[in-house]
């Protein structure tokens, strides 16, 4: 799904309001998952905002147990995007090619993406970012996963260090001159 920003720039409110649902292939699953929400995109004198709420159910397999399970995420949307780099730039009051060296502490504000030249936005891909960053790093099923027990025993004693791996063994010959 694609939104012409000048499409909505004449519009009275300068803001659009519409329904998303669609079918997603993501490579990190087996099965696609239809991401469906609300999604409000306004215009301003700085850019673009894009606010919204998402949700969705992925089967994804978890790391411990490799079993499939169902996880439910609800993924809030927040994209800005600006007009163009000379706009970054006078917000630094500097020139264009300094508007990314000088240091500043970063606010959630500060987190943009530039308008592609042809005023045209993806609203899929940058609903799939979002998915794909919603994932979970590691994917674990919950308590009553099947898997093999991360605890540690309490009454398990440290291997001694006379023991050597008998794998090792023949190196120790290397040693035996060395050691007077």
Not at 76 to 83: A, K, P, S
Request: aromatic letters at 8%; one cysteine or more.
């Amino acid at each position: 799904m694609k939104l012409n920003i000048d499409e909505i720039a004449s519009a009275k409110q300068k803001r659009l309001t519409f329904d998303f649902c669609e079918d997603m292939e993501i490579a990190e699953l087996e099965d696609p998952g239809t991401v469906s929400g609300s999604i409000t995109v306004s215009i301003n004198d700085g850019g673009v905002k894009m606010l919204g709420t998402l949700a969705c159910v992925l089967e994804l397999n978890c790391d411990v147990c490799l079993q499939p399970y169902v996880l439910p995420l609800e993924i809030d949307l927040q994209e800005q995007f600006v007009y163009s780099r000379a706009y970054v730039s006078s917000l630094y009051d500097c020139d264009e090619s300094d508007a990314y060296t000088k240091e500043k502490e970063l606010n959630p504000e500060d987190f943009y993406e530039v308008l592609p030249d042809d005023k045209n936005l993806d609203v899929s891909d940058i609903v799939y970012q979002a998915v794909i960053v919603s994932l979970p790093a590691f994917a674990h099923c919950g308590e009553a996963c099947r898997g093999i027990p991360v605890t540690v025993q309490a009454n398990d004693e440290p291997e001694s260090d006379d023991k050597i791996d008998p794998r090792w063994e023949s190196l120790k010959s290397l040693f035996q001159n060395k050691e007077n």
